[in-house]
């Protein structure tokens, strides 16, 4: 079977009549909230049927739906079933999807013992020395792999990458991810983490893999400097300023940085998609090639 059969089978849903319905309540001890999205409520918890502790994460269905009725007619495959369609170290391991008792989806995935890229940054985590490119490099391999299977995250961000405490970098939460294909890059669908939206997503233009690859610049350029490269977006006036200004130069914030760290980061976050990396192979190949002292 191609990709593309098997691609083609992924979207091809069952009627919600056959869907089996759990009772999360029962299949699962919900043991606590660890977190909270925008459409989504997520817990550590125990599965009563295999004794695993797992991280469980129900859907919202009036703001799935909301969100969903963007693509009215497009048969976008549901989060899990993207999630359950991946299978790569620097990708959350996901073991199953289905419908809650309450007609709400919920997702099964791997519990990521560790701590989120977010809070290294925030806290300038030890993890972090000497280790900036490792880790760069790690979520660059996990974003060719997605690409490669035919998606776009489309929220890629510090706050959706986590470490483990044996210090594997895995890519998390799907809920904004799409087909890499003509008819999800149309223009006008703006979405994800506003201060890591690509300028040509902010126009509401065309869109490809290089809104992904942005995202990880901006991700990279926090990472070293410890802040964005632009104005933080509280409105979305600074927000389109993004498009007409040039980033910050990373050199005002670390100005021990190597050269070629500078000029990696400068490129990762073009705002003209032409003069950044253009796919992640091309990223995590730039990023191999930079000293690893930093």
């Known amino acids: 079977m191609s990709f593309l059969d098997s691609l083609k089978g992924l979207f091809k849903r069952q009627p919600k009549s056959k869907i089996p319905l759990t009772d999360i309540n029962k299949r699962f001890e919900l043991i606590a909230r660890t977190g909270q999205g925008s459409m989504s409520k997520v ?6 049927m295999t004794g695993k502790t797992v991280c469980v ?30 299978r790569h170290k620097n990708v959350v391991t996901t073991y199953e999807h289905g419908m809650s008792t309450q007609r709400e989806p919920f997702i099964v995935y ?42 776009l995250h489309r929220d890629l ?53 290089r809104v992904d690859l942005f995202a990880l610049g901006v991700t ?21 300023s993004h498009m007409n200004s040039t980033a910050r130069d990373p050199l005002d914030y670390k100005p021990d940085l190597d050269p070629k760290i500078v000029a990696f980061l400068r490129k990762a976050v073009q705002r003209d998609r032409d003069l950044r990396y253009q796919d992640a192979k091309e990223f995590r190949d730039a990023l191999k090639s930079l000293p690893k002292g930093f």
Request: glycine share 8%; with cysteine.
């Open 43 to 48: 817990w550590r918890a125990r599965d009563r």
């Open 57 to 86: 994460k129900v859907l919202d269905r009036v703001k799935l739906a909301k969100f969903e009725s963007r693509f009215v007619g497009m048969n976008r495959p549901s989060e899990g079933e993207i999630c359950m369609a991946l």
């Open 110 to 151: 791997e519990m990521i013992e560790g701590m989120g890229l977010n809070f290294m940054i925030e806290t300038t985590s030890k993890e972090l020395q000497k280790n900036r490119v490792n880790i760069l490099i790690q979520i660059a391999e996990g974003l060719e792999y997605i690409h490669k299977q035919g998606f």
């Open 157 to 209: 961000c510090p706050r959706n990458v986590m470490m483990t405490n044996g210090g594997v970098l895995k890519i998390i939460d799907f809920g904004l991810a799409i087909p890499f294909t003509k008819p999800f890059c149309r223009p006008g669908n703006r979405t994800g983490t506003i201060n890591y939206l690509a300028p040509e997503l902010i126009k509401r233009q065309t869109t490809d893999q």
């Open 220 to 240: 990279a350029y926090e990472i070293f400097c410890g802040i964005l490269p632009w104005e933080k977006a509280e409105s979305l006036q600074i927000l389109l």
